[in-house]
């Protein structure tokens, strides 16, 4: 075993000897091969030790100690006492990493400002449908809500400095639970912004404790991926794993990890729905907005036709005008023409001319 690893890995266990073999498993099958992984068992079961020295591995180590109030915490910082590794992960007994977890998380520890650093999990349901958590600590918004409110982040995305806590013991032993979220918030504290990195695609497969009831892991963003993957015919089958009776989530994962390019699908496919979610969030505001476009350009026509409208009425209402005059001018000349020849008739030359317009008459009355 390398005296000086890169990582340390730390895993606690107490009663997963059916499922932390696929854990073992899938560290031992990391792309960064520089690492020591330390087992902690904190008053584990029967069975435990067997599986985990059934790995003939000397980068193994197990710790098998007494059971430890609470979650064990005290015996996780005893074994922390020995890790050797520049970095410390976390692990646990019913997760399991991507292949290239350890060679990522150690990617965002280049900068030497960073203390600590954390990944996307994929968050598997008690039937094998997984979703990501999209947790980014960089929006205040976010962080403030992580610091005041509730923890989001699985521990197995987890990786400090060893030393990024001053020498004090990282788990709060005090603590009934939450130990890793109190850690973290410590970090956020003591380094800032600054002393953070963020990997934003998932790295570990994080599923239903053995102690949580219910099928999401009492996590509300695994219940809104649920909701959507019953009843979106669109889910991808990357994140979804039939299981056989009896079958844990961790052994159909544990299978699809061994095929090649495994974690490129599965990254793949959780970018694919985050931006599906997106998009339907998004095309009502679309459709609202294009809705609004055509009632304002329906708008515009009405108006304008009512523009034309008027300007129709205006020149009718003239043409109306002017032809009531043109009547009313006709029927004046007609009377007064009516007036003239009434008064003709009365006048003394039409009373002498009489008998030459009879002669007239006479005469067009006879035929040639």
């Known amino acids: 075993m390398v005296s000086a690893p890169r990582f340390s ?11 932390i073999g696929y854990a073992i498993q899938s560290v031992l099958r990391q792309s ?3 690492f020591e992984l330390l087992v902690v068992g904190d008053g584990a ?12 591995d000397a980068r193994i180590r197990w710790f098998g100690f007494p059971k430890a109030p609470a979650f064990g915490y005290a015996n996780r910082n005893l074994a922390l006492t020995e890790a050797r590794g520049r970095f410390v992960a976390h692990m646990s007994d019913d997760d399991l990493m991507l292949p290239d977890h350890l060679e990522l998380m150690g990617g965002a520890f280049a900068d030497p400002a960073v203390q600590w650093a954390y990944a996307q999990a994929l968050w598997v349901s008690a039937d094998g449908i997984a979703g990501p958590d999209l947790t980014n600590l960089s929006h205040a918004d976010e962080r403030d809500y992580f610091l005041r409110q509730n923890n989001t982040i699985s521990a197995g995305v987890f990786v400090y400095r060893n030393g990024a806590f001053g020498g004090t013991p990282p788990w709060q032993e005090s603590l009934p639970e939450a130990g890793d979220w109190e850690m ?9 912004t600054a002393g953070m990195a963020r990997l934003g695609e998932p790295t570990l497969l994080h599923f239903k404790a053995k102690w949580k009831d219910g099928r999401d892991s009492r996590f509300p963003l695994l219940r809104a991926w649920l909701d959507i993957a019953d009843r979106a015919a669109w889910w991808p089958g990357e994140l979804r794993a039939p299981l056989q009776p009896d079958q844990p989530p961790q052994a159909r994962y544990a299978q699809r990890l061994a095929e090649p390019g495994s974690a490129q699908r599965l990254r793949r496919a959780a970018a694919d729905v985050t931006a599906r979610v997106a998009l339907d969030r998004l095309v009502p505001r679309v459709v609202a907005e294009t809705e609004a476009q055509q009632v304002a350009a329906l708008r ?3 108006e304008a036709a009512d523009a034309d409208r008027s300007v129709l009425r205006t020149q009718w209402e003239a043409a109306q005008t002017h032809q009531s005059a043109r009547e009313a001018g006709l029927r004046g000349e007609v009377e007064r ?4 020849v009434q008064a003709l008739r009365g006048s003394t030359s039409w009373r002498l001319t009489g008998p030459l317009r009879a002669l007239g008459q006479l005469l067009r009355g006879r035929k040639p």
């Open 184 to 192: 973290m918030k410590q970090l956020l504290v003591r380094h800032g």
């Open 45 to 56: 079961v029967a069975g435990t030790e067997d599986v985990v020295r059934s790995f003939d």
């Open 300 to 302: 515009t026509l009405l």
């Open 337 to 340: 023409l009516g007036r003239q």
């Open 9 to 19: 890995i730390l895993l606690p266990t107490h009663n997963r000897p059916d499922v």
């Open 32 to 34: 960064e091969p520089d």
